[in-house]
């Protein structure tokens, strides 16, 4: 839902004082850490607040085949870090209940 008491573009009224949290990947070598860091970019411009520890990624190696992808990701491991990404993102989005969306400091001018 946005919110029409927020300048700006449809993004920032949709993103703004959200908490943004969950990204995960699965890619090989470096393509998963840049997909991440666009993610993160893009929605912290738009207002999304993040958690420490918030984001995940598995990755294979350059010379395996995709193929191997899944066994990677149901892992015990993978799932055990995708539910600590989960609680993360859960306890900031509580403790950040009490705060307005327009609480944050932005610069209107440029919307």
Excluded: C
Excluded at 38 to 63: D, K
Excluded at 85 to 107: F, G, P, S
Aim: aromatic fraction near 10%; hydrophobic fraction near 40%; proline fraction near 3%.
């Amino acid at each position: 839902m946005s919110d029409q008491n927020i300048p700006g573009s449809g993004f920032l009224r949709r993103f703004m004082g959200k908490v943004g949290g969950g990204i995960i990947v699965t890619g090989h070598e470096e393509g998963v850490a840049l997909a991440i860091s666009i993610l993160y970019m893009t929605a912290n411009h738009y207002g999304m607040a993040f958690p420490a520890w918030s984001n995940m990624y598995a990755m294979g190696e350059v010379l395996f085949s995709t193929d191997n992808d899944p066994k990677i990701v149901r892992s015990q491991d993978y799932i055990a870090e995708a539910k600590q990404v989960a609680h993360n993102t859960y306890t900031l989005a509580k403790e950040l209940m009490d705060l307005k969306r327009t609480d944050w400091q932005h610069d209107y001018s440029s919307n």
